[in-house]
């Protein structure tokens, strides 16, 4: 399958599970799928981050699909919460895991490794200091040196306000 159309796929079902979720998507925002291990494996290892707020805070809806991974990192500056809106999130930190579900909440401060997991599918708030490009070090070597063209695909205004119409009906997005 094209990568393109593997994306799409991927949107649409992080469509289906913010409605699931019933998630009011904010008419401004940006949105990137993080593919870190290239988008032909977005269903095993990545996310879908939809950017909410972002000044000396931020805010980001974070989409992840069953089975999917965020592999291990740790920030040089940001510090942040994770939020569990719907579904269930594990989050391995500093080598121990913490099973949130539903109204649960977990704090990474600045360098902690952490990584995080899902088995059904989640939502969660990921609420941190500002974005800083590049602050995620990752421990994965190949990871670490691929540029954010090969680990990360950023929707355009046109394409999320794409996003947004079909937000309420099954109607298929194109990336």
Known sequence: MKDETLLDRYLADSLRLLRQAAIVLPRQATASIYHHEGAAKVYQT???????????????????????????????IKTESMYVLYGELTVTLDGKEHRLGPGEIIHIDRGQDHAFYTEKGTVFEEISTTYVPNDSVYLDETIRKAPYSVRRSLLNETQWEELLRHAEGESVFRL
């Open 46 to 76: 990545g996310a879908l981050f939809i950017k909410v707020v972002d000044r000396d805070y931020c805010k980001s809806y974070v989409v992840m699909q069953e089975h999917q991974r965020y592999p291990d990192h740790y920030h040089r």
